[in-house]
């Protein structure tokens, strides 16, 4: 599901970047960045260490 949303994210933000700067729609710079961003929402959180348990005996 995650890649289907960051696909059509992708699409988009790349449909209205191109728009704003008035050159063509490539469909092929926005499935890459879709992939690309995939890889990183499943890649950053495995990197980043978990925060430390707080102790609740005080």
Known sequence: MTLIWALLL???L???VSS???VAFNLQ???LL???VTVLV???PAILPN???Q???Q
């Open 10 to 12: 992708m699409l988009m």
């Open 55 to 57: 102790d609740s005996h």
């Open 34 to 36: 879709g992939v690309g």
């Open 42 to 44: 499943y890649v950053i």
């Open 20 to 22: 704003m700067v008035g």
């Open 14 to 16: 790349t449909y209205v």
């Open 29 to 31: 710079t926005a499935l």
């Open 51 to 53: 925060p430390a348990e």
